[in-house]
């Protein structure tokens, strides 16, 4: 299947401070897939980082359907914090609540596998909890209904029932930025299927595409949604159309910052209970059970 590349003049910049990543390049081996648990404003998760004055950060943010109120961005669009070629902290695998064998569990691994990753956040309120008829997420938003997943197996997901789904415009924005990314850096596009639980073969630097709780026990993001695990499913069956240039050429992507545009905003960190994932979850939304496996058709 022949898809279109990434258009680069789509993506917008909104800097953080040099100050709050590492201006330091390492040879990109990995990529590491989270989510925030926050509300869908992409520049609002920027601003918290920024407002943190530590260097907390991912190089890119896809943002959430927006509120009605809010028009200064769309569903899917790709905001660029800092260049992808430098580094910020993102995994904290060495933390006291994470179940990985001890060897893995060093400040000094964690950040060699920091300096080698590149790190993309989707906006997302992540897990839910249902009361008194309606969807909550953990800093107490309401969720449609229409927008809640729910994993049916008796532990659920990560030990959570329900979740905030992707929106079909953020998976396709993330299937062409990884197609980008993989491609810039040479990074394999093969589906890792242990990706979402602790997998030795991302902790062990293994090039690929991970998510957070690759290397994480107490993290649910990314969760496997079933279109989410389609897209990630067929990337390696895809072939980029070669890019056309016109004159102007735009910008290029990841361009180093000039301007620093922060503001303090506020993004809400979340929790999980580990799984044991011996037995792959059953997921489904509020209507129709779909199993997880690695059998997806084809779209």
């Known amino acids: 299947m022949i898809v279109q590349p990434l258009d680069l003049g789509k993506i917008v910049h909104y800097p953080l401070s040099p100050t709050n ?20 404003n992409p520049f609002s998760n920027i ?30 669009d790709i905001v660029q914090a800092f260049p992808s070629k430098y580094w910020a902290l993102h995994l904290a695998s060495h933390g006291s609540s994470n179940q990985i064998p001890a060897k893995y569990k060093t400040r000094e691994w964690t950040r060699e596998l920091e300096k080698a990753s590149i790190a993309i956040e989707i906006c997302n309120a992540g897990w839910l909890t249902y009361q008194n008829g309606k969807f909550y997420s953990s800093f107490r938003s309401i969720v449609p209904e229409d927008q809640v997943l729910m994993y049916v197996d008796k532990n659920g997901y990560r030990g959570q029932k329900y979740y905030h789904r992707y929106t079909d415009a953020q998976i396709e924005s993330l299937r062409l930025l990884l197609h980008f990314l993989c491609d810039r850096y040479g990074i394999p596009k093969r589906y890792n299927p242990d990706m979402w639980d602790i997998s030795v ?15 994480r026990s107490d993290k649910s993001d990314c969760h496997p949604q079933p279109e989410l695990v389609r897209m990630l499913m067929n990337l390696e069956k895809e072939t980029v159309a070669p890019r056309i240039e016109t004159a102007p050429s735009p910008a290029p992507v990841f361009k180093e910052p000039e301007a620093i545009l922060i503001t303090p905003g506020m993004v809400i960190q979340e929790s999980a209970q580990p799984l044991d994932m011996g037995v792959s979850p059953t997921i489904t939304n509020l209507e129709t059970p779909i199993s997880l496996n690695t059998d997806f058709p084809t779209p």
């Open 21 to 40: 990543y590492f201006r330091e390049e390492f040879p990109k081996k990995q990529i590491y897939l989270h989510h925030t648990v926050s509300h869908p």
């Open 47 to 76: 601003d918290y980082w920024k407002s943190q004055g530590i260097r907390v950060a991912t190089c890119v943010v896809i943002a959430g359907k927006p509120y009605p109120n809010e028009k200064n961005y769309k569903d899917g």
């Open 201 to 215: 073969r991302a902790l062990e630097g293994e090039p690929g595409i991970w998510t957070h709780t690759s290397v």
